[in-house]
């Protein structure tokens, strides 16, 4: 079965860590850039950061950066999202995507335009 399954989501409180997981199955994943994006209810998808296949080059949306961290184990066909210093304004689903192609962060991300695409983890940060 073609699959991405994210993990790792819950409540923490603000100044808080969490790390989420996207695991990937049936797909060419060593191959494919990976991308975390995230959505609050009644807003647009918007992207987080991203990876390509080979792990060297990385991106974050600037709300995040210096706070989140993308990492990937191609062995264990898995990526990562370690977040640090959670904020209330994180507070989202989170969905873990991958396709071939690098996707331009300057149009706001479309679901249904990637390959793969996972059920999304809550992630809240409340205090």
């Known amino acids: 079965e073609v699959q991405l399954v994210e993990s790792g989501g819950g409540l923490v409180q603000p100044g808080g860590s969490l790390r989420l997981s996207c695991a990937a199955s049936?797909?060419?994943?060593?191959?494919?850039?990976t991308y975390w994006v995230r959505q609050v209810p009644g807003k647009r998808l918007e992207w987080v950061s991203y990876?390509?296949?080979?792990?060297?080059?990385?991106y974050y949306v600037g709300s995040v950066r210096g706070r989140f961290t993308i990492s990937r184990d191609n062995y264990k066909n898995t990526a990562y999202l370690e977040m640090n210093n959670l904020k209330p304004e994180d507070t989202a689903m989170y969905y873990c995507?991958?396709?071939?192609?690098?996707?331009?962060?300057?149009?706001?991300?479309?679901?249904?335009?990637?390959?793969?695409w996972g059920q999304g983890t809550q992630v809240t940060v409340s205090s």
């Open positions: 995507a991958a396709d071939w192609r690098r996707f331009a962060v300057s149009r706001p991300p479309d679901a249904a335009a990637f390959n793969y």
């Open positions: 990876i390509n296949s080979g792990g060297s080059s990385t």
């Open positions: 049936g797909l060419p994943f060593s191959s494919l850039w």
